[in-house]
Structure formats: C-alpha cells, structure tokens
C-alpha cells in the first residue's frame, strides 16, 4: 500500500534538516513510515544532508538499509547507540581506552567465563558468580549509564573496591570490553576530542528517545552542542527501560534542552481497534504525571472497534486450560495463523507463567515459537566450538576464545586456565599469548592429563587454523555460507549443525555486506534474537518488555492481577506504561486474564501471595472493559 501521509505526518515531512526537532508518536501511529519517507525526501534534494539513523526498531531498520542504499555519501546504516559507539570508536583508535582489538563479550562468556573467574579471583565468601551477575555488575553498569555512582546497599565497600580491581585486571589479560560499556566508551570518546572521525552528520535521527538513559543522552548532547541537528522520535509513554536507567524525563525535556526546537506529534493509531485504543488509553490516562496538553491516542477514522475482554479463571490451571481454548478459537473460528497470535506476561521466571500454556497448546497441536531458541543454539557445546574457532580464524590471539575451547575440553579444568591466566599477569601478556608460549615450553608447571589433553587440543586447533585461512571476502556468499562449509570437513574439530546453519543463513541476510569475520560473529547473537522474535511461525510468549515494536492480530495478556502487574520492586509510572505496551500490540483482539487464587510457582511471583484471593490490576478497574468469567465467556462467545 502507497504511503499517503495523515495532516499530522505531513508536518512532519516539512521538517529543515538544520533545526532540531521532536516527535510523540504513540503506538502504531506510523511513526517509522514517516521517519523513512523524511529521510528519502531528504535525500532526493540536490544537496542532500549527511544523516545518522540511530535505534530504530526492526522492521524500520531494514526498510531505511535498503532505501538508503543509494546515498551512502549522506547517510549512515541504521543503527542501535552499541553499534554505533562500535564504530565510532574503531575509526577513531586511541580515543578511548579499552583493551584492543574491541572485542565484546557474549552471554556464554560472561556465564561460563568471566563471571566464574571473577568470583575465584575475588575469593570473597558469599560473592559467587550469581552475586556478580545479579549486584557486582549491575551496579557497575548503573554507574556507566547514569553517569553518576548508585551504590547497591548490598554490596559492602570493600567487595566493590576488589571487584573493581579484579574486573579491570580480568578485562586487561582476557581482552574483552562488556556490550553496556561500549556508550560511555563513546562518551569519554567525544568529550576528550573534537577531531572524531565519522562524526559530522548534519542531521542525526533518534528513534525510541525515551529508552535513552543518562549517558546515551549525554552523547547526543554533545553531538547537537557540535552543530549536528539532533531530531528526536519517541513516546515518554513507552519508556519501559529503567532497568538501564531509562526515564521519560528525556523526551519530555527535550525542547528546554535544544532551543528552537520545532515539536509534532503523532496521535492516530493506524494499529488497533477503537475498543482497543480506549482500553489502553484509560490505563496510561491514569497516570498522575502524564502531560495535560499531551495529545490523546485516538483510533483512525473508519477504524473497527476490535475485542476486548479481560477474563478471570479460579486458578492458574483453569487460566492455562482458558487460554489454551482461547487460542484455538481464534485459529479455529477465527481464522488466525497461529504466528498471528502474541501471549504475554510481567515476567516468566523459569516458564512458571508460559509452561502451562505451552503443555496446553502442545497437547492440542498447536505450534508454539519460542525466540528463545537463538540463545540455545548459540550456547550449545558443539556449536560454541565452532563459534569459538571461528573466532580464532578471525583472531589466533582472541583470549576469551581460547578460553573457551579449554572451558570446554574435557578434563581441562579451573586450576589450568587459573594457571595460565597467573602466567599471562606475571609476563604482563594477555591470555592467549601466555597460552601460546606455555604450549611451545610444552606447559612445564602443568602435570598429568591435564597437561597431555591442553598439548593435545592446542596442537590440533592451530593446526586446523593454518590449513583453513579466511578468505578476504566470502564473494558475496556470506560469512555463513563460508564457515558452514569449512566445518564440513572430515578433520573439522566440530560440525555446524542445522540450527546453527539456519541461525547463520538468517545472519547472512541480516548483517551488513563488508562486515569482517569478527563483526559477522558479534552480531550473530543479537541479530539472530531480533529475526526469532520478528519472525515467527507459532503461537509466541515474551514478556512484555520483550513486546515492544511488535504488531499481531491478537494478544493475550496474562497474569494481570495486583500483587504481580504492578510489580511491588518497580517504579509503578513504568508498570503502567508497560502495561500500556502490551494492550497497544493487537490489532483486532485484546485480551487480558488473571487468577482468582493462585498456587505453585506462579503464586510466588510479585509480592507472592500463595492461596490468597487475588483481584484484578489497580490498572485496569474501573475501566471500559470489566472482569468477566473466563469459563462462561469462553462457552457462550464462539458458540
């Protein structure tokens, strides 16, 4: 369908691209369609702009890459603020300090690695690597993106001041830099010179502004402060990223912190039902900091009124059994693929919510597409072998790499990689290169089978590594093209396997054509998630954090009772802009259930009320859609 922009989107496309400028778009108010078509606009003038593109969702980033692709001159790739730090920081050596070559490290590392490590070179009772996960590092990312110390009261001075230490040493002999880190890199990047290459957009777009914490803020900043037209687009009423020290004051502030600022808004969901509108208006409506002047969300002219229905079960088993029937219906009766259907929840702790869901769904061949898949592809110890030697062909001297593989080996255990890493601080070498001259002494301080099965291991992966060179580019066939048939070999030391080769086939298509081998493998994580979680073929569950930027047809919000929506830890303004996220997904169904009791794993989640009578969320009473009984409904609706 041709874009034919709404009086509000036009004003938009008039925007000068030398003046700041501000967009509230709510949800599903074609808020990417006008940023494309502006920035296309843009573009076709004979002396076009240079423009930055800056966290876009998605389906927006691969619309811009391929509208873009003939003004490479004047535009940059769409991009998140970590992958634009990344290159900001590769073309500028020296600007920052970081262990080089920039290597980030992944979920597996962090798991299996560094946060083990950490723990054993503290030496600390009670500081594991649960405690590092869940306080130590948390804590030190907080200070990274609220520019400011926010000291966890549970963590005792001086735990801090040795992980600190540790964490600085480890980051040093491993070569690693941590994905959070990479935006305050960039900030003491820009605040230290003023030369940085790549750097002089004349226009810089912003997409989800309101998900800025501090320290992205404060880049942008500085950029606008160096002549760059910064032009934000957001919504302060999804702001749902305080876990990274997000809030919606960013965007609200906005026109005080860029003068002249020109300002527009986006009210008219071309996304939801009317029903559905006015649902999820009387939440955030409720907000006592919302803007009085902000515009409210309206529905399109000639829009459908959708369904609407919050429904309450007696239990968590009849809630499981009533959305498996409400699933059904909508395929059954409705006409819905299953892909076209989205259930959500506050949070999901080991499955407790989704699990029961999905026996039902299971037991009533319903197909199910959980994202999480990536995560377990990626993770498992024959595919880690392979990512971990491709490292490798990308890097010999990759020291978390080569942890890694000696992580895996059998046999191999703690006190070897402990040894080789007190090697590496005594010589002041980084991992690899202690591992590489410990090898060619043929390991004299190690003893017995460990010391035969590293000989053994190291041996062979150089081995391999000088028979199967990287080419300089893969000819247009993809790095995973490449490395599925250069582990196809007989004398392969592992095998790609057929998830892993789909994982690497959607990457191919995904990431950029000139990325290098190590680019290649940095992004496969994190672009494999989003293609899992955008591109589904069954019923799909995430929490509703998880939701954002996704339309369906219909949605299933469960849980929704008080006690677990809000959330007693959490900022409640966020709670009820979350929920506000996941009642604006649907198209043409909403539906929210809760339990009147609950018992087992989900009556422990929230405040954990076991066997106690619940209610519905304070969001949503009082509203236009009242509680009604699951059971009943689900008899009478479609029969």
Known sequence: MAYDPTPEQ???????????????????TGKSATVVSLVTQLLAQPDPPRIGLLTFTRAATAELAAKVA???????????????????????????????????????????????????????????????????????????????PDPDPAVEEHVRNRFLGAYEQQRRVFGYTLLGELPDLLRRAVEAHQDLDGLDFRLLIVDEYQDLNACDLRVIRLLGD??????????????????????????????????????????????????????????????????????????????????????????????????????????????????????MSRGDHNGNFSAPIKEVLAERGIQVDDPSWVDAVV??????????????????????????????????????????????????????DALLQSYDEEFPKAGGAARTRALDLIG???????????????????????????????????AVSDE?????????????????????????????????QAQASGVRFMSLAMSKGLTVEASIIIGAEEGILPDHRADEAEERRLLYVG??????????????????PTARSGDGRVQERRTESRFLRNGPVRTKQGQDYLRTRWS
């Not at 001159?73 to 500028?92: C, D, G, K, M, W």
């Not at 300089?472 to 995973?480: E, F, I, M, R």
């Not at 690497?504 to 496969?524: F, H, K, T």
């Open 500 to 532: 892993l080769a789909e994982l690497l086939s959607v990457i191919d298509d995904a990431v950029e054509a000139d990325a290098g081998l190590a680019r290649y493998l940095s992004q496969l994580q994190p672009l494999g998630r989003d293609h899992a």
């Open 70 to 148: 003939a003004h490479e001159a004047q535009v940059e790739r769409p991009s998140t603020i970590h992958s634009f730090a990344i290159a900001a920081l590769l073309a500028n050596p020296g600007s920052a300090d970081f262990p080089s070559p920039l290597r980030v490290a992944d979920d597996w590392e962090q798991k299996e690695i560094i946060r083990p490590h950490l723990a054993s070179l503290i030496a600390l009772p009670g500081v594991t690597p649960d405690f590092i996960k869940k306080r130590l590092l948390p804590e030190m990312a907080a200070m990274w993106e609220s520019l400011s």
């Open 460 to 494: 062979r992966t150089l081995a391999w590594l000088d028979e199967h060179p990287p080419p300089d580019d893969t000819a247009g066939n993809g790095w995973g093209a490449w490395m599925t048939a250069a582990f196809s070999g007989e004398d392969s030391p592992a």
């Open 226 to 343: 160096r002549g760059v037209a910064v032009f934000a687009v957001g919504d302060d009423e999804q702001s749902i990223y305080g876990f990274r020290k997000a809030h919606p004051a960013g965007i609200r502030r906005f026109l005080d912190d860029y003068e002249d600022a020109a300002d527009y808004s986006l009210s008219v969901s071309h996304r939801c039902g009317a029903d559905i509108i006015a649902w999820a208006r009387h939440v955030i409506e409720g907000d006592p900091e919302r803007a009085i002047d902000r515009p409210r969300l309206t529905a399109a002219d000639g829009a459908a009124a959708g369904e609407t229905a919050m429904l309450v079960f007696p239990s968590q088993v009849t809630e499981a059994r009533g959305v498996g029937d409400l699933v059904e219906h909508l395929i059954n009766d409705e006409g819905l693929d299953p892909s076209d259907i989205l259930i």
């Open 379 to 432: 993770a498992a110890p024959e595919n880690r072998t392979v990512l971990l030697l491709a490292r490798l062909l990308a890097d010999r001297n990759d020291s978390l790499a080569w942890a890694g593989l000696l992580c895996l080996a059998d046999g191999i255990g703690p006190t070897f990689r402990m040894a080789i890493y007190d090697t590496a601080v005594a010589r002041g070498v980084r991992f690899a």
């Open 583 to 600: 009642l604006t997904r649907a198209r043409r169904f909403s539906y929210v259930t809760w339990a009147g009791r609950r018992t087992g």
């Open 10 to 28: 036009r004003e938009i496309l008039a925007h000068e691209p030398d003046r700041h400028g501000r967009v509230l778009a709510g949800p599903g």
